[in-house]
Structures are given as C-alpha cells and as structure tokens.
C-alpha cells in the first residue's frame, strides 16, 4: 500500500487545486487545475514525482482550466470526470459512471489503492466526489474526499443546474461518511459560509467556535466540522435547503 500525501495549490483568485501524490512509487495526480501554472510549478519543484492523471470534480473552467497546458507538459496523463460531464471536460479520457447515494470503486489506482466515486448533482448535473478511503477499515484518522463546488467548508456552491433536492441528497451522502473524513473543497469562501451560517443558527456554539478559530486557508474540513455547522447539510429537508439557498444567493453579510 502507498502512502498518499496531499498538498494545497492555490490557484486564481479563491480556488484549490490538490497535488496527490505517493512518494515511494514517484507517482501524482491533480485535482481541479483550475490553471496550469501553478500545478506545473509545484510538478517542478518535485522532478522524481510522475503525473499519471487529472481528477476533475465538474466541468466549470475554474476546475479544468489548466488542463489543456499541464497536458501540454504531462502528455500521458489522463483526465477522468464523470461519465455525464463527456464533452465538457477538456481531453477526457476516463469516464467514470458513478452512482448516486454510495460510494464505488473508479477502475482508478492512487498508489496501489482503490479510488471511488459517486455522483453529486446540484452544483452541477456532472459533478462528482472522489474519495480515497482510509488505508484499512475503521482507520481513526478517517479518509479524503474531494467535493469539488458542491460542499464548501459551512457550506455548499450555487444550484447553477441542480435542484435543492438534488444537492440536499448528494450533501447528506458526502456527510454520511466517517466523521474524522477529511473534506476538500473547491473555494474558500469559509468566512462568509459562516457569517450565513451563524445567520441561519445564531445559538449554534460550533458556529461560533469555528469563526473565533478561523484560519486563512481553510481546506480540508471535516465530516464532523460540516455536520456541526454548515447549514446546507443541516437543512431537515430539501425544500429548507432551497430556502437557505435562496437566502445565501443575496446575502451579503
Ligand atoms: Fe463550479
Ligand atoms: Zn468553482
């Protein structure tokens, strides 16, 4: 089994890309190149590690916008999005059918490990999480999963071409995962998510702890963090959901 480290590469304005990679075999993926420099830049800073593929979590430019140039550079890397997102992702070449509701295995390897997948609609119609289980079952230190713009640390991105009830499934599955899971998102908009949060649920103490504690950089949350304080995943249902949705859409807090 590798062992799998992940690091944060900023990108644009607010955006996350994610390096994986598996030191002793010399092998890395990306997530969500929104643009090609600064991946490239962090490929180059560690010359014994080799680009086997892109995971992209939905089709938006800020996600696959670098793929094009890291293609370019890394010719033999392929791009897997979900299998809906054909002709949306440039140069896709894995397309992965993914289920609603459960995790399942990709046909993807990372470091001799099982990737799995699953379909998360809401954000948008091909949106999809990855997930890298823990090494072994029941593993303490929970496992990684990448949501992409659908669940942002205390909450959840535009329904651009979803329904609330859509998102309300697709977070309630994403957050059915072990609570020390650890959650990496598409965009740090974690202070304002939590102004709106505490908007949504003034009394709620886990909201307020988590302000007080705000960092910069916020990537990865937590299973445990969202279903404490994210008020997407704590909407009761889906039509709440769509209430606060709304609500954020002109919230300027
Ligand atoms: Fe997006
Ligand atoms: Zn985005």
């Not at 010359?47 to 430019?61: F, S, V, W, Y």
């Not at 094009?68 to 392929?78: F, M, Q, T, V």
């Not at 713009?149 to 959840?156: K, P």
């Not at 329904?163 to 908009?189: C, D, K, V």
């Amino acid at each position: 089994m590798g062992e799998l480290s992940i690091d944060v590469i900023p990108c644009l304005r607010d955006n996350y890309a994610y390096l994986i990679s598996d030191r002793e075999r010399g092998e890395a993926w990306l997530v969500d190149p929104s643009e090609s420099a600064p991946p490239l830049t962090a490929l180059a800073a560690r010359p014994e590690l080799d680009l086997k593929g892109i995971l992209a979590t939905h089709h938006h430019h800020d996600h696959v916008g670098g793929i094009d140039g890291i293609l370019a550079r890394h010719g033999d890397a392929w791009v897997a999005a979900h299998a809906s997102d054909r002709g949306r992702v440039p140069q896709q070449s894995r397309f992965v059918d993914a289920p609603l509701g459960r995790f399942v295995e990709s046909g993807i390897v990372l470091g001799g490990r099982p990737l799995l997948a699953m379909w998360i609609p809401g954000h948008t119609r091909g949106a999809i999480a990855w997930y890298i289980p823990p090494p072994s079952e029941g593993e303490a230190e929970g496992g990684d999963v990448f949501t992409g713009d659908t669940l942002f640390a205390a909450g959840c991105g535009r329904l651009f071409e979803g329904t609330p009830a859509q998102m309300h499934a697709s977070l309630q599955a994403l957050t059915a995962l072990p609570p020390a899971t650890r959650m990496w998102f598409g965009h740090e908009y974690t202070a304002a998510n939590l102004r709106f949060a505490a908007t949504v649920e003034p009394d709620n103490p886990a909201i307020q702890r988590r302000i007080a504690g705000l960092g910069e950089r916020t990537t990865p949350t937590t299973v445990a963090d969202e279903r404490a304080t994210n008020p997407f995943v704590r909407a009761a249902s889906a039509e709440a959901l769509g209430e606060r949705r709304a609500a954020k859409d002109v919230f300027r807090g």
